[in-house]
């Protein structure tokens, strides 16, 4: 009687077929920021120029920052839209005024788009911030975030202080723009538009 034929041993499923949906989902996760970068730095078509100073990408801070009005939120929270972000003190002088003004102005000025845009102040100190600069800027998230921290994450490539300048952070959380003091509003505005467009054309996961 011949011997019954051994059972086959089923093959393991290769690295990539057990893992292609994550490899997937992260693909889709990533698409937006890399289509803006790629679109913004790389296939810049020929005389074109940005305005902004392209940082090291560097991730927000992600402790959670006490604001002035509702409970504590991290900037990470924010992620899956783009974030506009200034630093300084409550007393908030003239050039904080002046970028908080940049910023509202330039979400305003993307029309439609501008759901995809955040605004953030970050109060370096404990100053006590007007009133009626709140309500000047209402809709905008003011936080409290420890000095040091601010500026280790704002540090300028120059070394020049961060009061008074814009930062852009990237739809993952990423640090990656700053705009120079006292900017040209219509250049500021063309550097938003094309990463809009840019990442427009790609499928958003916002963070939760």
Same mark, same amino acid.
């Given at each position: 009687?011949?011997?019954?034929?051994?059972?086959?041993?089923?093959?393991?499923? @290769?690295?990539?077929?057990?893992?292609?949906?994550?490899?997937?989902?992260?693909?889709?996760? =990533?698409?937006?920021?890399?289509?803006?970068?790629?679109?913004?730095?790389?296939?810049?078509?020929?005389?074109?120029?940005?305005?902004?100073? !392209? =940082?090291?990408?560097?991730?927000?801070?992600?402790?959670?920052?006490?604001?002035?009005?509702?409970?504590?939120?991290?900037? @990470?929270?924010?992620?899956?839209?783009?974030?506009?972000?200034?630093?300084?003190?409550?007393?908030?002088?003239?050039?904080?005024?002046?970028? =908080?003004?940049?910023?509202?102005?330039?979400?305003?000025?993307?029309?439609?788009?501008?759901?995809? *845009?955040?605004?953030?102040?970050?109060?370096?100190?404990?100053?006590? *911030?007007?009133?009626? =600069?709140?309500?000047?800027?209402?809709?905008?998230?003011?936080?409290?975030?420890?000095?040091?921290?601010?500026?280790?994450?704002?540090?300028?490539?120059?070394?020049?202080?961060?009061?008074?300048?814009?930062?852009?952070?990237?739809?993952?959380?990423?640090?990656?723009?700053?705009?120079?003091?006292?900017?040209?509003?219509?250049?500021?505005?063309?550097? !938003?538009?094309?990463?809009?467009?840019?990442? @427009?054309?790609?499928?958003?996961?916002?963070?939760?």
């Amino acid at each position: 009687m011949s011997p019954a034929p051994a059972a086959e041993v089923p093959r393991p499923r @290769s690295h990539w077929r057990r893992y292609g949906v994550l490899y997937a989902v992260i693909a889709v996760s =990533l698409a937006p920021v890399i289509a803006s970068y790629l679109a913004y730095y790389v296939f810049q078509p020929s005389g074109r120029t940005n305005y902004g100073t !392209l =940082l090291e990408p560097r991730p927000v801070l992600t402790q959670p920052l006490l604001r002035e009005t509702g409970p504590s939120l991290s900037l @990470s929270e924010l992620g899956g839209r783009w974030v506009l972000v200034t630093a300084g003190g409550g007393a908030c002088t003239e050039p904080c005024r002046a970028a =908080l003004l940049q910023m509202r102005q330039q979400r305003l000025m993307t029309g439609k788009e501008m759901e995809r *845009i955040e605004r953030v102040w970050l109060v370096t100190d404990a100053a006590p *911030i007007a009133p009626e =600069l709140l309500r000047a800027y209402d809709g905008m998230h003011v936080l409290r975030a420890p000095a040091d921290a601010v500026n280790a994450l704002l540090v300028a490539p120059d070394g020049s202080g961060v009061e008074g300048h814009v930062f852009l952070v990237d739809p993952m959380g990423n640090l990656m723009l700053r705009w120079p003091l006292d900017p040209e509003p219509q250049r500021v505005k063309k550097d !938003l538009a094309r990463l809009l467009t840019a990442s @427009s054309h790609w499928v958003r996961v916002q963070k939760k």
